[in-house]
Nanobody, 123 residues
Framework: QVQLVESGGGSVQTGGSLSLSCVASVNTWDVYFMGWFRQAPGKEREFVATISNMWNKYYAESVEGRFTIARDNTKNTLYLQMNDLKPEDTATYYC?????????????????WGQGTQVTVSS
């Protein structure tokens, strides 16, 4: 099991930016997909973005053009740069890892999860 530790959450106003990081306990060259999900109070966990170890990036429509996902396998770290934040982006953000290729939008296919970091966007 991969241990994942997120950092970088916080509070910003609408239009602001935040950067999240997630450090993995294993060599991430062996992890096919590393992604971000988020969960707002009373809502289901939803896909935000994911990146493969072939550098293919996939985004939820709601964040396309505002968020950028990246990974640095030399540091075993996943990143999420969030720009032009909106109040509807407020949620707990989770880092996730899936060792094999295949479906990537469903939370159920990711084997490992971080503890989450809170992002709050005020209007």
């Amino acid at each position: 099991q991969v241990q994942l530790v997120e950092s970088g959450g916080g509070s910003v106003q609408t239009g602001g930016s935040l950067s999240l990081s997630c450090v993995a306990s294993v060599n991430t060259w062996d992890v096919y997909f590393m992604g971000w999900f988020r969960q707002a109070p009373g809502k289901e966990r939803e896909f935000v973005a994911t990146i493969s170890n072939m550098w293919n990036k996939y985004y939820a429509e709601s964040v396309e053009g505002r968020f950028t996902i990246a990974r640095d396998n030399t540091k075993n770290t996943l990143y999420l740069q969030m720009n032009d934040l909106k109040p509807e982006d407020t949620a707990t953000y989770y880092c996730a890892a899936r060792k094999d290729s295949g479906p990537y939008k469903s939370a159920e296919v990711y084997e490992s999860w971080g503890q989450g970091t809170q992002v709050t966007v005020s209007s």
